[in-house]
T-cell receptor
Framework: AQKVTQAQTEISVVEKEDVTLDCVYE???????LFWYKQPPSGELVFLIR??????QNEISGRYSWNFQKSTSSFNFTITASQVVDSAVYFC???????????FGTGTRLTIIP | DVKVTQSSRYLVKRTGEKVFLECVQD?????MFWYRQDPGLGLRLIYF???????EKGDIPEGYSVSREKKERFSLILESASTNQTSMYLC??????????FGPGTRLTVT
């Protein structure tokens, strides 16, 4: 069975600070996808990124970056120069190749203080 | 843009009532999913469907059933609502092997 752990339940930072959200996963499969979703106060989950297990290259998209390390089974998410609009609950998730089901972590509530 | 809609944002029902939660997607996606979200537990999969009239149990199917008569519509049914089914319910859809897109959620309260 798969498992995703987000040990940080809540994080608060002052606007413009950088913040990293941790995600650790467990699976015995060698082929899988990792995801990050954002859930703003409106409630709808917004897709941010999907990485497959063969691609350990870090990815950057504007102020967002992701660090995938198979050696530590981690897929961490960093927001640079945080803004109030980044306040949300962030979920990390995993699915196996050929199996559409997502296994979610318990989420990290991020609050950006103006 | 992918659009997943859910019939209600908020719903209040009484214990023992039969409850229907409806989800519609407009992108011809094969897969559809129902999750419930509870504080401290994240999202947990209740049921999913990969084709019309096909369904598979997720991690927590007890007390729920589903119906998929048309490709764009996936219904979650609570046969006899109980207070422990008070939760946020999220529907999602996806193409085969692709990303799941979520609806806005239905916050159900059972009193």
């Amino acid at each position: 069975a798969q498992k995703v752990t987000q040990a940080q339940t809540e994080i608060s930072v002052v606007e413009k600070e950088d913040v990293t959200l941790d995600c650790v996963y467990e699976t015995r499969d060698t082929t899988y996808y990792l995801f990050w979703y954002k859930q703003p106060p409106s409630g709808e989950l917004v897709f941010l990124i999907r990485r497959n297990s063969f691609d350990e290259q870090n990815e950057i998209s504007g102020r967002y970056s992701w660090n995938f390390q198979k050696s530590t089974s981690s897929f961490n998410f960093t927001i640079t120069a945080s803004q109030v609009v980044d306040s949300a609950v962030y979920f990390c998730a995993l699915s196996l190749f050929g199996n559409e089901k997502l296994t979610f972590g318990t989420g990290t509530r991020l609050t950006i203080i103006p | 843009d992918v659009k997943v809609t859910q019939s209600s944002r908020y719903l209040v029902k009484r214990t023992g009532e039969k409850v229907f939660l409806e989800c519609v997607q407009d992108m011809d996606h094969e897969n559809m999913f129902w999750y419930r979200q509870d504080p401290g537990l994240g999202l947990r999969l209740i049921y999913f469907s990969y084709d019309v009239k096909m369904k598979e149990k997720g991690d927590i199917p007890e007390g729920y059933s589903v119906s998929r008569e048309k490709k764009e519509r996936f219904s979650l049914i609570l046969e006899s609502a109980s207070t422990n089914q008070t939760s946020m319910y999220l529907c999602a859809s996806s193409l085969l092997g692709s990303v799941e897109y979520f609806g806005p959620g239905t916050r159900l309260t059972v009193t």
